[in-house]
């Protein structure tokens, strides 16, 4: 009850828009109600493609918090980077998106602030790499409940499997917010659907979701008179991709598998293994996860009984274990990550959400 009375106070408070400012660039804020687990970075690297296919923007760039980092302040994200010094979710997006600036700061404000006008970055204290291009969008990783900033379009997530009105708040569930906050939203996207989902399924997820009606055809959802688009995607997984230049392929056709995962919600990745390898061991971790070399003798000790399965991980957790000193050979050579894209349901879905990038 006082976690919910201080987010009620703290609504009330921004909800007049007097403690709120602007960017001084367009922004698209990918966000979400619950704490983790409805695909934000994927949504983030779908949202820069469509960006850069609209062809508007000559320079987009992106700004996250850089949770569990150990730097300070406004940082670029480069490729070389380790997730320690930025995180593990920026240095993913920013090495499947190298063309694109890549940032952290917890102040957003100033990080917008600093994207939009570089020679600004030449004034911040301990700022490694301040050479970039101005951006003329920001794409903003998290940022729904950092209300100091007013984003130009408000995205926000929802899970397909734990929607936000059948979950609660933080410590008895999941949600960081309150869950009357996604009708604040510009759009909202259930994440994580099933392949294959027809319209009426949609319009029954949209009831359970507090909406008055769907059409499916417009993909607008209508709640008390106010008119969301409704969007529905789902998580596509790729190839198994090398952790370390030294992983040997061969491992890949490996019937036998240990999963080892730190994040949120793994289960997407282990329904989706589970169809081509015999799952023999998984070891999860909490989300951001540090690994150490503790972790990585549990490993070595459970190889011991394997010795001819392969392991695989997720694309963020690659990030952190690559941070990790001396990993033994046998275990870098059959070290995989899987790697995830979102995609809209429909052309007709896309389309919406791509006249909305278009507007702002």
């Known amino acids: 009850m006082i976690y919910k009375l201080i987010l009620a106070l703290r609504d009330a408070r921004y909800r007049s828009g007097k403690h709120s400012q602007k960017s001084p660039v367009p922004t ?93 970055a030449q004034t911040v204290k301990r700022c490694v790499s301040p050479d970039f291009p101005p951006a003329d969008v920001i794409v903003l990783d998290d940022a729904y409940q950092y209300r100091r900033l007013q984003a130009s379009l408000n995205v926000v997530l929802t899970d397909y499997s734990r929607p936000v009105t059948r979950d609660s708040l933080l410590p008895f569930g999941r949600l960081r917010d309150l869950p009357r906050r996604l009708y604040d939203a510009d759009i909202v996207i259930v994440t994580k659907c099933p392949y294959e989902l027809e319209d009426s399924e949609k319009q029954d997820f949209a009831a359970v979701l507090g909406f008055e009606s769907l059409d499916p055809q417009t993909c607008i959802a209508v709640r008390r008179g106010r008119r969301i688009p409704l969007l529905f995607t789902g998580l596509e997984h790729g190839a198994p991709e090398p952790v370390f230049p030294d992983a040997d392929p061969r ?41 150490t070399r503790a972790d990585v003798r549990t490993v070595r000790s459970w190889l011991r009984r394997n010795p001819t399965a392969a392991i695989f991980t997720t694309e963020k957790d690659a990030q952190r274990l690559r941070d990790v000193k001396n990993i033994p050979a046998n275990i870098r050579e059959r070290l995989f990550f899987i790697p995830v894209k979102a995609f809209f349901h429909s052309s007709v879905e896309a389309e919406i959400f791509d006249q909305y990038l278009h507007k702002i």
Do not use: M, W
Not at 258 to 282: C, E, K, M
């Open 251 to 291: 491992y890949t056709y490996s019937h036998k598998l240990l999963l080892l995962t730190g994040i949120a919600d793994d289960t997407p990745l282990r329904n989706h293994l589970s169809a081509t390898y015999n799952i023999v061991g998984h070891l999860r971790y909490p989300d951001h996860h540090r690994f």
């Open 28 to 120: 698209v804020c990918i966000g979400n109600i619950a704490a983790g687990g409805t695909g934000k970075t994927p949504h983030a690297e779908l949202t820069v493609r469509r960006l850069q296919e609209i062809g508007r923007y000559k320079s987009v760039a992106i700004l996250s918090r850089g949770y569990k980092r150990r730097s300070k302040g406004f940082q670029q994200v480069l490729a070389t980077s380790g997730s320690e010094f930025c995180g593990d979710e920026p240095l993913l997006l920013k090495r499947r998106l190298p063309e694109v600036t890549v940032a952290v700061d917890k102040n957003r404000v100033e990080g917008c602030a600093i994207l939009s006008d570089p020679h600004k």
